[in-house]
Each structure stands twice: as C-alpha cells, then as structure tokens.
C-alpha cells in the first residue's frame, strides 16, 4: 500500500469490517448493520448486511482487506454476488476495499457493472476503494484514533478531540459505581425493582463492549444516590477515550424546545462530529416542575428518534420511573438502576482521612450512623465534614444536630428549585428543617 497518513498495516481484516461497520451505521443510522454468517459459512460474497425499512430491501457490503484486488479478483466477487441467494433481496451492493480501484481497466469494468446491475437487477453498485474511505474517516477522529493511533488521528483528520471547546474534569475523589440492568418494576410494589439476570456492570463498559452499538440509556436511582456524579465522571473517561464527544446538558437550566435549537444555541460545534461520536447526557430530568416532566421526556424521545446514530443518556428517579411510566420507553431504551455502594468502597474513601479514619469510625459508631455511609451523599459529606474541622469537639454530637447539617447541605444544591405551584424548594427547607429542630 502507498505511504499515507492512515498505517492501514496496523489492523487486520476482522478490524477492517468492524471499521467499514462504523462508517456505514454513521452515514446510514436507520439501518441496522451487523456481519453476514460467521466465518466458515458460505456467504454469498457478502460481509456486513444492513436492513431498509423504508425500501424493504437490504445493502449489503463486501470487505476485501488487501492492497491490490486485481481485475480477476473483481470479476470473481461480483459474480460470487450475482450467483448468490442475497441479489433478490438487495437494493445496493457496496464493495469496500483497501485497495485502488482507480486503475484503468479496473475502473472501467466496474463502471460498465454500474450500469449493467442497476438495469438488470435494480440494484445500486458502489465502491468504497481506499482514497473513498480516507476521505470518509477524515471527519472521523475517534474512529481514526482508535483503530490507528493518535498520531495518524491529528494527521489525517479534519476534527480533532484533543482540544474539546468543552473540557471535563474528573471528579475527585470519585467512587466507582456499578449499574444493574432493569426488567420490570415489580406489581407488588411499584417503586422496587426486580431482576432477572443480575449482570453488574460498570456503565462506562456498555460503551466499550461494543462501540458499534448506539447506546440510549436511562440511569435510574433514588434521591441523592450520585446519579449527576456518575455522568459527570463519565462525561471526562468518554472524553478521555477521544472515541466520544460527550456533551452535558442540565435539563432544569433549559427552557422547554427542541433539542436541535439548543444545539443549534449553545453546542453548534458538536454538529460536525459523526452521530456515532456523540454522547448527549441529560442530567436531572426529575428537577423539572412536575407539569412540565413529560415535555422534556417527550423532547428528548423526538431528537433520540430522528438521530438513532448518538448514543443518549437521562437520568431519573425511581419514584418517576413509575409516576410516569417511564417503561413505556423500553422499546427505545435500556433502563440501569444504580446500585448502592459496598463495604469496600466505603473503606476506600475513609481512608483519605489518614491518621483521622479511627476518629471518625469510632463517631460514627457512637453515634449510629453505620446505615448512611451506604449512601453516597452522607458518606461524602460526612468524610468532608472530618476533614475540615480541626478536631472533633467542633463536628455536631448528636444525631439531631447531624441531621440537621446534612439536610442543609442536601438543599444548597437545589434551595432556588421551582415548584409545581410555583414556590421555591428554599421555602419548604424553611418548614422541613423546622420540623427538625423539634426532635428529641
């Protein structure tokens, strides 16, 4: 092969489907493209296949991963398609290769097969050589970098990654959590989860399994348990990867519209990234007023279905799965509940307390409050509140006086919310911590 910016020697022909697979699903994101048989099986002279719903018919793609496909080896493939039991059913053929089919002779008998398929059998010939598919992967950094390195990503490619307009942090001192995929709520109780196979993953995984998977997820947990942490986190690994460009948008800061006008407002420049690189994480769908719930449910849906190719994730409270019957949406998503934290995690997050992590065990123990460090709020303001207090005689001593704390800090987020008959949340925390201040 010539000297090029992309070294097409660093994959194999397994890499090279899967890479015309990811240019196919970006430029065509209706049609589901997956390989044709597996190896071994006689395939017709096709390798990845994808259906048209709006043709009934399908399109099909033959890979051939080699730098010279000879005049021979043309007429040998194109015959293997004709004989084959696929031609009735197909609208376009796509020959993909790494090869230069601008040569003469080569040229000028698939031209003359162009005309000649699309009279005697309808179907659409097209070819894919190596200037094509350069040219198609120079708006494709992630893909680019992924499969060739970083090197060929910033040489070939028009778009970089590595200079994202907006750049996220890692959270600091960030637990890691794991997801559980969610079946159906359970009759008897409309609020608990009940699971078939338990599979516990990490979300972040569900993007690297399979990158050619669009991925529209739902992140479901209670109150407080670091729903907006973990996308948060998220947003920086997947930016970090230079395979995504994730973008968060905090639902309760946008006025109800579409999608693509806030696009269009404040994210412009994501609108030159393939749909594949994109990753829209919407952030706290259950901060909106409760009127006005199902219309940012329902302006989410409308873009995730006129853009199937951009991988989708909102995140949502258990109580709201339910309310408003978010399982409907199963057909279009997959829903995760975010699982507690464990012993483990709770011992490794103590322990940035240093020569403090006995103090603090042992308050904790006297003053029962064992059961909070499972959730993620308590224990990380609770660590918080040891490490800025310079001894313990000025952290509260009773469970009364800790609880009050920890209601202040869980309001300041949220004190200016918007309610659904209009008050403040800052109001109601002026009743609810009143309530507090008269326990025994």
């Not at 950094?141 to 910033?154: C, Q, S, T």
């Not at 308590?378 to 490490?387: E, G």
Request: aromatic letters at 12%; a neutral charge; glycine letters at 4%.
């Amino acid at each position: 092969m010539n000297a090029r910016n992309i070294p097409w020697h660093v994959i194999d022909c397994k890499k090279f489907e899967n890479l015309i697979r990811w240019i196919a699903k970006t430029e065509t994101p209706k049609i589901n493209w997956d390989l044709y048989l597996k190896s071994g099986n006689k395939q017709h002279g096709i390798d990845i296949k994808g259906f048209d719903y709006d043709t009934g018919k399908d399109i099909c793609i033959q890979c051939k991963f080699t730098p010279e496909l000879s005049l021979a080896n043309l007429k040998d493939l194109l015959r293997e398609f004709e004989e084959g039991t696929l031609r009735a059913t197909t609208r376009k053929f796509i020959l993909a290769t790494t090869s230069d089919l601008q040569k003469r002779t080569v040229k000028e008998y698939f031209d003359a097969q162009v005309g000649l398929f699309k009279d005697k059998y309808q179907i659409e010939l097209e070819s894919w050589d190596i200037e094509n598919i350069e040219v198609r992967l120079k708006k494709c950094y992630g893909l680019v970098h992924k499969y060739f390195g970083k090197g060929a990503a910033d040489n070939h490619c028009f778009l970089s990654n590595k200079n994202p307009v907006i750049v996220y942090n890692p959270v600091q001192n960030f637990i890691e959590r794991s997801v559980l995929k969610v079946n159906e709520p359970n009759a008897d109780n409309e609020h608990r989860f009940y699971f078939g196979e338990r599979t516990i993953l990490e979300l972040k995984s569900l993007f690297y399994s399979d990158d050619l998977l669009t991925q529209k997820i739902c992140l479901i947990a209670d109150a407080y348990q670091g729903k907006s942490t973990l996308l948060e986190h998220l947003a920086y690994e997947l930016q970090e990867s230079s395979l995504y460009v994730p973008v968060i948008l905090k639902i309760k800061s946008l006025n109800v519209r579409s999608i693509e006008s806030i696009i269009e407002e404040s994210y412009s420049y994501i609108k030159q990234f393939p749909g594949g690189e994109l990753v829209l994480i919407f952030d706290g769908l259950d901060e909106v007023t409760q009127n006005k719930f199902n219309d940012y449910k329902n302006m989410i849906i409308e873009y995730s279905n006129a853009n199937p190719a951009v991988n989708i994730i909102f995140s949502c409270r258990k109580l709201f799965y339910s309310h408003y019957r978010l399982s409907e949406l199963k057909k279009d998503f997959d829903f995760y509940e975010l699982m507690p934290i464990a012993d483990p995690d709770i011992n490794t997050f103590t322990s940035t307390l240093g020569n403090k992590k006995k103090n603090f065990t042992n308050y904790i123990a006297k003053c029962n409050l064992g059961s909070l460090l499972y959730h993620p709020f308590y224990l990380v303001n609770l660590v918080r509140l040891f490490q800025k207090e310079r001894g313990i005689s000025s952290i509260p001593k009773t469970r009364k006086e800790i609880v009050y704390y920890l209601v202040e800090e869980s309001f300041k987020p949220s004190d200016s919310r918007p309610l659904v008959h209009g008050n403040e949340l800052l109001h109601e925390k002026v009743e609810y911590t009143a309530c507090i201040k008269n326990l025994h």
